[in-house]
Structures are given as C-alpha cells and as structure tokens.
C-alpha cells in the first residue's frame, strides 16, 4: 500500500506542474520520503 501511495503522491505532483505548464522535474527535497520508499523496494525486489 505504501509503494502506491508514494507512486500516487509523485504522480499528483507532477500532474499538478503540468497544468500550471511547469516542467515536470519535482524539487528535490520534496517528496523525500516516498523516494527513499520505492528505493528501498526497488533494491529488494530488483537489487
């Protein structure tokens, strides 16, 4: 559930830039946690 929650969140913000017509490159320091979640798995199920 996390994992989609992080992918969802990532996609709404992103979304979001597009409409105001805002490349779609999200500040780094945001969303630091769901980067480090789909880290985490990606290095358990791919890693």
Not at 2 to 21: E, G, K, S, V
Not at 23 to 42: C, G
Request: proline share 0%.
């Amino acid at each position: 559930m996390a994992l989609i929650n992080a992918y969802t969140t990532m996609r709404d913000q992103i979304h979001h830039r597009n409409l105001l017509n805002l490349d779609a490159d999200v500040d780094e320091q945001k969303l630091q946690q769901e980067r480090e979640w789909v880290r985490q798995v990606w290095n358990q199920w791919l890693g």
